[in-house]
């Protein structure tokens, strides 16, 4: 029917209990979890990003959690290509789907579809991140200034990741990633048929979560995971290497730095990132009602009750 709820999206910081929140939706509407967290597609790295455990998997179905190999260079355009088949299938199987995550990136293709840029090769984004590898964005945004001075205008010089996409572009293409920015195609939700959220804890509690989670990871053996990562020999400049904790981890396992240094590190790293989320979201998608925890599942359930007919 008109205006019926067709998919709920949970998005918010790190450690805000999104997934213990989807889970529990998903028990209560019949609906099936769709990851949309960069790192969480890793199938190396349960621990360390904190993906579902065995036996919250086992709970209701998952879809996109840990189905990548570390060794890849995985994009949002093959993120949004796996996503789409998951909510197909998801809908085929007369579930909802319950898209939940913190990477922005994914929830913005997700409902808006992805710009006709030409597929980067993995080599050069290989190279063009090993190169970046250390540098301040600054530094960064300076070398596409001269290569791009277009884009790199309408850059902040403190948003290193949209400045290495343009350098892998103008580096693939020899053109300007605005060359290629047009009207969007290929979105998989429809924003207005979706309830949309983002968590948004107590800023103290939350950086205590953080904290508090990182050390029940090295409790459950993320050092252990990290350490079979690093054997593996994989490039460091991978997505899956630089995950938070990964490089402080390897650094002490090799002797350069202290496990307790390294242990500060991934907490700081993580805690800069929730404040990178929440400023992500603020700005770019105004779709997403912001709801403290607490109240997020009775919110929702109200939403999608209201519009759907299903009830509580």
Known sequence: MAGEI?????????????????????????????????????ADLRIITARPTPQEEARVPHLLFGHVDAARLYSVAQW???????????????RVPIVT???????????????????????????????????????????????????AARLRPTDPQRILRALEVVEATGRSLLSFQGPRSGGVIDPAR?????????????RARIDARFDAMMANGALDEVKALAARGLDPALPAMRAHGV????????GEISFAEAVERAKA????????????????????AWIVPERAEAEIMAAVGSRSGIRA
């Open 269 to 288: 790293d993580t805690r800069r990132y929730a404040k990178r989320q929440h400023t992500w979201f603020r700005g770019q998608a105004p779709d997403f």
């Open 247 to 254: 490089p402080g981890l390897i650094a002490a396992s090799a």
């Open 6 to 42: 067709e998919a709920v999206l949970i998005a918010g910081p790190t450690a805000s209990g999104k997934s213990a929140l989807a889970i529990t939706l998903a028990a209560r509407l019949g609906g099936t979890v769709i990851n949309a967290d960069s790192m969480q597609v890793y």
């Open 194 to 206: 979706a309830v949309s959220v983002f968590l948004a804890p107590d800023r103290d509690v939350l």
């Open 101 to 151: 995550g913190g990477t922005g990136l994914y929830f913005r293709a997700l409902t808006e579809g992805l710009s006709d840029v030409p597929r980067v090769p993995d080599e050069v984004r290989v190279r063009i991140r090993a190169a970046a590898e250390g540098r301040p964005p600054e530094d960064l945004h300076t070398e596409l200034a001269a290569k791009d001075p277009e884009t």
């Open 80 to 94: 949004l290509d796996d996503a789409r088949e998951a909510v197909a299938a998801v809908r085929a199987e007369g």
